[in-house]
C-alpha cells in the first residue's frame, strides 16, 4: 500500500462546526433555510446549524425544502437496483459486519455458474442494474475473479432482458486494480467510508487492511486516478456521531469537486442494522428513525444534484417516508447473502451480511411505488452513453434532466411492463405514462418517446434511451 495518502477530513474542524452549531439562533438558521429555498449552496456552518436544530419549526421547513429541491430536479423517478453478493470471504474484522473474519460459518464464493444462476433469477424480477458486492479476500476473491464475475453478468442475454450495469462495491483496492475495472467497464465505483471520524473508525475497524483509515479515504482518488471517474460514497449510520458524519462526506465530495471536477455520484445512507456475531446494542450511536429522516433531508439541501440511494436496510414505513425527502434510487427484492437469491427460491437462508427490513418482493415494491405517484425507473442511459463523473454533473445542473431521465424512466417502465407485468400492471403503467408524458417539455424528445414506446409495446424494438 505505497500510494500516497491525504487526509482532507479536518476532525477538529468539523468539530468545531458542529460546537459552534448549537449556538445557532432561530434567525440564522431561518436565514440558512430561506439560502437553501432560493438554490444557494450553503456554507459550512449553515449545514451544521440545519444538522444541529431541534426546533420542529425547521425541521418541518428542512423537510419541505428538501422534497421541493427532490421533485424539481429528479420529479417523481425512482430508479431501482439490487445487490449481488459474490463472495463472503474477508480478511477484515469489522465489528458491525457478519462477514468479519473471526466469526464461524460457511464461507463461500460464487462459481461462475452459480453466479449465472443468481443473475437469471434477478433478471426474472426484472432487475437491469446490480450492486455487485463482495468481501475482502485477495488469494480467494481476487480482482481477477472480480472481472471475471462482471463480464460473465455483462455477457448474460436472455430472452429480452439483460443486466445492463454493474456498479461494484468491493474494498478499497490500487490504483491499477481500479485501472481493472474501470476496462471491465463498471457502472459506479461505491464505497462507504463508514465513519469519518478516525477515532470511531480505528475502534470499529479491529484489524486487516481495512482498518488504515487513510487507505480506505483515498481510495476514490485512486479510483479517479484509474480513470472512474463515477464513484458513490457513504457511512454507515450507527458507527459514530451523525451529525460529524455528514460533515464527512460533504467535505469528501468536495475534496473530489476541487481536485476531479466531478464529486459523488450517489450518496448512499445505510443505517447500522443487527447481523449474526455482532449485537447492535453494543454500539452507541445508533441514529433514531427522526434523526435519519432530518440528515436525509439536509444532505437532499446540501448537494442538491447527487442522488441519493436507499437499501432494503430501512424497513417499508421508513422508506414511504424517506423517498419523499430525497432519494433517487432504491433495491427491491434484495438479498445480502452469497448465493441468496438461489438459496431463497429453496427456502434456505444461511449468513446474510445483515438482516434486511424491507423483505417484499421486487413487484410488489415496483407496483406500490407506482400507486404512491412515483415512476419505478430502470434506466442506465447515462453510463451507456458516456454521461458520467463531470458531464452528468453537467446535465443535472443544466436543468435538462427532465427531458433525458424521465423519457427514459418512461421507457423503461414500458419495458418492465410489457416483459413482467400481467394485464392489470401494464393497464397501471399506461395510465402513469400518459399523465407524465406531457412533462417531457421538448417536443422533439417527446415525439420520439411515445414512438419508442410503440414500438416496445408492438415487440417492434426495445432498450431506447435518451
Ligand atoms: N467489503 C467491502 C467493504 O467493506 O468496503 C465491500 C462492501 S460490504 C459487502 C457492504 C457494506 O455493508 C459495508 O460497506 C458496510 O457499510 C455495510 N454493512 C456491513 N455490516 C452492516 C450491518 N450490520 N448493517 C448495515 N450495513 C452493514
Ligand atoms: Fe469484510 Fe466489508 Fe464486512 Fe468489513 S464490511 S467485514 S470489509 S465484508
Redesign the pocket.
Known amino acids: 500500500m505505497s500510494e500516497e495518502t491525504e487526509n482532507f477530513i479536518n476532525q477538529k474542524y468539523i468539530e468545531d462546526l458542529l460546537a459552534g452549531a448549537e449556538f445557532a439562533d432561530d434567525a440564522s438558521i431561518s436565514a440558512a433555510l430561506d439560502r437553501a429555498e432560493k438554490g444557494a449552496s450553503l456554507e459550512h456552518g449553515e449545514i451544521a446549524s440545519l444538522l444541529k436544530t431541534s426546533n420542529p419549526a425547521h425541521i418541518k421547513r428542512i423537510f419541505d425544502i428538501a422534497g421541493r429541491i427532490k421533485r424539481r430536479i429528479y420529479g417523481n423517478r425512482i430508479v431501482m437496483f439490487a445487490p449481488l ?1 459474490v463472495s463472503d470471504y ?1 480478511v ?1 474484522k ?1 465489528a ?4 468479519n473474519c473471526k466469526h464461524d460459518f460457511r464461507r463461500s464464493k460464487l462459481t461462475m455458474d452459480e453466479l449465472r444462476e443468481e443473475v437469471k433469477i434477478l433478471e426474472m424480477m426484472g432487475h437491469k442494474r446490480l450492486a455487485l ?4 479476500e485477495d488469494a480467494l476473491c481476487s480482482i481477477d475473479y472480480i472481472l471475471e464475475c462482471i463480464k460473465t453478468i455483462y455477457d448474460m442475454k436472455f430472452g429480452n432482458g439483460e443486466i445492463r450495469r454493474v456498479n461494484v ?4 483496492t490500487t490504483t491499477e486494480n481500479y485501472r481493472k475495472l474501470k476496462s471491465a467497464n463498471i457502472g459506479t465505483y461505491i ?2 467510508q ?1 465513519t469519518y471520524h478516525e477515532p470511531t473508525y480505528s475502534r470499529v475497524h479491529h484489524s486487516g487492511p ?1 482498518k488504515d483509515f487513510l487507505w ?1 479515504l483515498n481510495a476514490f482518488d485512486r479510483a479517479q486516478d484509474a480513470g472512474i471517474d463515477d464513484v458513490g460514497g ?1 457511512v ?1 449510520f ?1 458507527l459514530g456521531d451523525p451529525y460529524f458524519d455528514v460533515m464527512g462526506l460533504l467535505l469528501h465530495n468536495e475534496h473530489l469537486e476541487k481536485k476531479y471536477n466531478a464529486g459523488f455520484h450517489t450518496i448512499s445512507v ?6 449474526s456475531g ?1 449485537d ?1 446494542n453494543d454500539f452507541p450511536n445508533l441514529v433514531n428513525d427522526d434523526t435519519f429522516a432530518k440528515i436525509v433531508a439536509v444532505i437532499r439541501i446540501a448537494v442538491p444534484f447527487t442522488g441519493m440511494i436507499l437499501s432494503t ?1 430501512e424497513n417499508h414505513d421508513m422508506r414511504k417516508k424517506i423517498l419523499q425527502l430525497g432519494i433517487s434510487q432504491i433495491s427491491a427484492g434484495s438479498s445480502t447473502e452469497v448465493g441468496g437469491y438461489a438459496k431463497r427460491k429453496r427456502n434456505e437462508i444461511a449468513n446474510p ?2 438482516l434486511v427490513n424491507d423483505e417484499r418482493s421486487a413487484v410488489s415494491i415496483i407496483s406500490e411505488l407506482m400507486d404512491d405517484g412515483y415512476i419505478p425507473s430502470f434506466c442506465t442511459a447515462c453510463y451507456r452513453g458516456g454521461r458520467t463523473g463531470d458531464r452528468f454533473m453537467s446535465l443535472a445542473k443544466s436543468g435538462q434532466i427532465g427531458n433525458v431521465c424521465l423519457p427514459n424512466a418512461l421507457m423503461t417502465l414500458c419495458e418492465y411492463s410489457m416483459d413482467y407485468g400481467d394485464d392489470a400492471f401494464r393497464e397501471k403503467t399506461s395510465e402513469i405514462i400518459e399523465k407524465e408524458i406531457m412533462q417531457i417539455s421538448n417536443e422533439t424528445i417527446r415525439k420520439k418517446t411515445i414512438e419508442s414506446m410503440e414500438k416496445i409495446r408492438s415487440g417492434a424494438g426495445r432498450d431506447f434511451y435518451v
Open positions: 453478493y474477508c477484515n469489522c458491525y459486519c457478519s462477514f458486492e463482495a468481501g475482502e462495491n468491493i474494498a478499497a464505497l462507504f463508514e481495512k480506505h457513504g454507515l450507527g445505510p443505517r447500522l442494522c443487527q447481523a455482532m447492535i436496510r451480511q445483515f
